[in-house]
């Protein structure tokens, strides 16, 4: 089956780092784009970024750049989305998403579960 | 960087037909024809409706389409039913800063 499987809710504090996950599953991993999408409680969708996991070459929002880090890990099948000092403006569900074609900008058409980052002191 | 513009809300009664729109500029919707359409309900995760422009994925219904015109695209859902209330989301490439751009959504109520 294809699939992208995230990795569960986290619960940090402000200042405090983190990575998450978002394994694929089911097709050639290292042909296809993974992004990375927030959505903040309530709100709506931002694309944060996106990689390929082939040769990571990484495209940012510019609202995101510099703010997080996306990598890949080709022997793990896995994409990641970390931060190196949490805010509490971070609290969001955070999607990783697969276009429907090998041409990044292309809709996603697969995406994971989401995973609820929640930052409270 | 700033989302493409779509109406807060719209609503429509069981078989009327309703249009969202989402207006960007000539740098995305105006500058390229990749222009997306997804829908979201509650708790899910989205799913797209039309891509560039106007073509459907298999499996959505002929009830949707979607056309462009300048900078200001539009989804319109015909023969509304109860199912399509949802929140509804654009999307297209944006040149310059190499991403894509999603609008701010549009919750459709079916009265």
């Given at each position: 089956e294809v699939q992208l499987v995230q990795s569960g809710a986290e619960v940090k504090k402000p200042g405090e780092s983190l990575k998450i996950s978002c394994q694929a599953s089911?097709?050639?991993?290292?042909?296809y784009w993974i992004a990375w999408v927030r959505q903040m409680p309530g709100k709506g969708l931002e694309w944060m970024g996106i990689i390929y996991p082939g040769d990571s070459d990484t495209k940012y929002s510019p609202s995101f750049q510099g703010q997080v880090t996306i990598s890949a890990d080709k022997s793990l099948n896995t994409a990641y989305l970390q931060w190196s000092s949490l805010k509490a403006s971070d609290t969001a569900i955070y999607y990783c998403a697969r276009p429907f074609s090998t041409t990044w900008y292309k809709p996603f058409n697969l995406w994971g579960q989401g995973t609820l980052v929640t930052v409270s002191s | 960087q700033s989302a493409l513009t779509q109406p807060a809300s719209v609503s429509g009664s069981p078989g009327q037909s309703i249009t969202i729109s989402c207006t960007g500029t000539s740098s995305d919707v105006g500058g390229y024809d990749f222009v997306s359409w997804y829908q979201q309900h509650p708790g899910k995760t989205p799913k797209v409706m039309i891509y560039d422009v106007g073509n459907r994925p298999s499996g959505v219904s002929d009830r949707f389409s979607g056309a462009k015109s300048g900078n200001t695209a539009s989804l319109t859902i015909s023969?509304?039913?109860?199912?399509?209330e949802a929140d509804y989301y654009c999307s297209s490439p944006r040149s310059g800063s190499t991403s894509v751009v999603f609008g701010g959504g549009t919750k459709l109520t079916v009265l």
């Amino acid at each position: 089956e294809v699939q992208l499987v995230q990795s569960g809710a986290e619960v940090k504090k402000p200042g405090e780092s983190l990575k998450i996950s978002c394994q694929a599953s089911g097709y050639s991993f290292t042909t296809y784009w993974i992004a990375w999408v927030r959505q903040m409680p309530g709100k709506g969708l931002e694309w944060m970024g996106i990689i390929y996991p082939g040769d990571s070459d990484t495209k940012y929002s510019p609202s995101f750049q510099g703010q997080v880090t996306i990598s890949a890990d080709k022997s793990l099948n896995t994409a990641y989305l970390q931060w190196s000092s949490l805010k509490a403006s971070d609290t969001a569900i955070y999607y990783c998403a697969r276009p429907f074609s090998t041409t990044w900008y292309k809709p996603f058409n697969l995406w994971g579960q989401g995973t609820l980052v929640t930052v409270s002191s | 960087q700033s989302a493409l513009t779509q109406p807060a809300s719209v609503s429509g009664s069981p078989g009327q037909s309703i249009t969202i729109s989402c207006t960007g500029t000539s740098s995305d919707v105006g500058g390229y024809d990749f222009v997306s359409w997804y829908q979201q309900h509650p708790g899910k995760t989205p799913k797209v409706m039309i891509y560039d422009v106007g073509n459907r994925p298999s499996g959505v219904s002929d009830r949707f389409s979607g056309a462009k015109s300048g900078n200001t695209a539009s989804l319109t859902i015909s023969g509304l039913q109860a199912e399509d209330e949802a929140d509804y989301y654009c999307s297209s490439p944006r040149s310059g800063s190499t991403s894509v751009v999603f609008g701010g959504g549009t919750k459709l109520t079916v009265l």
